[in-house]
């Protein structure tokens, strides 16, 4: 099997395809920025409007480098994106009350790194959208959630205030429909993803941001720690 050099914004990879297999260090310098990966399995285009927001918010982050990868279509060599993440923001649809099939399927097939618990102590958070407006995402929040715990990884909530919870709010408010774990969005059925809301959209950019912060000052802090 050959290798491969991947080479993103400064990043360099260089592996074999497949998993498990041998590849070489990467080898981070003090001055290079944190990686953020954006994990997500896109129905039909509504979640991916989502995963998009994440990722600008979190570019915003002076020092972030943002990857989205599909995990419905994975390359063998973006597990090792996910390995050498310091941050993974993971969403999917709600589908029957939880995340869907696709991303399930990613889920299991990263036991292998549950088992040598390679992905233990990086940031994650999640996102979800849903037909309904409640749709049972709390389901999707929690089993990302659970998901994340069962790799060791520390979970950063949405950290905002419920929005339009009163006669002084509205549906343009941060997080508008008040869920805490992490970005619960909705879309209507029979609406495509330019549909999306903005405020939703806006949720999921303050996610990334935060997310990318958080991971900033892990990093600082590591370093300032001589780790
Ligand atoms: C198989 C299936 C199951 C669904 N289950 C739910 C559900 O439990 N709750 C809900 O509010 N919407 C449900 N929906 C609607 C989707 O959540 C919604 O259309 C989706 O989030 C849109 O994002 P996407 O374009 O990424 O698929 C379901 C849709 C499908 C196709």
């Known amino acids: 099997m050959g290798s491969k050099k991947f080479l993103i914004s400064g990043w360099h990879i ?20 944190v990686l953020l990966v954006v994990a997500s399995h896109d129905g039909r285009g509504h979640t991916g409007r989502l995963a998009e927001a994440v990722r600008k918010g979190a570019g915003e ?40 099939a696709a991303f399930h399927r990613f889920a299991e097939a990263s036991s292998r790194r549950w088992l040598t618990r390679r992905w233990q102590d990086k940031l994650a958070a999640g996102f979800t959208n849903s037909g309904a407006k409640a749709g049972d995402k709390s389901g999707t929040l929690g089993y ?60 999921a950019e303050y996610l990334g941001k935060r997310v990318a912060s958080y991971a900033r000052i892990v990093a600082e802090g590591k370093k300032a720690m001589g780790g």
Do not use: C
């Not at 990302?144 to 905002?160: P, R």
């Open 14 to 33: 260089r592996g074999v395809a497949g998993l498990g297999v041998e590849r070489e260090v990467v080898l981070r310098g003090p001055t290079d920025p």
């Open 61 to 100: 982050v002076e020092g972030t480098e943002v990857v989205a990868i599909a995990v419905d279509d994975m390359a063998p060599e973006q597990w090792f994106l996910l390995d050498d993440a310091d941050a993974v923001i993971f969403g999917a649809p709600t589908y029957m009350g939880s995340a869907s």
């Open 144 to 203: 990302l959630t659970t998901f994340a715990a069962q790799h060791g990884m520390v979970w950063v909530n949405l950290g905002l205030r419920s929005g339009w919870n009163s006669t002084k709010g509205s549906e343009d408010d941060l997080n508008r429909l008040g869920f805490s774990h992490g970005v619960a969005a909705q879309s209507n059925t029979d609406e495509g993803p330019e549909r999306m809301h903005e405020s939703d959209l806006a949720t």
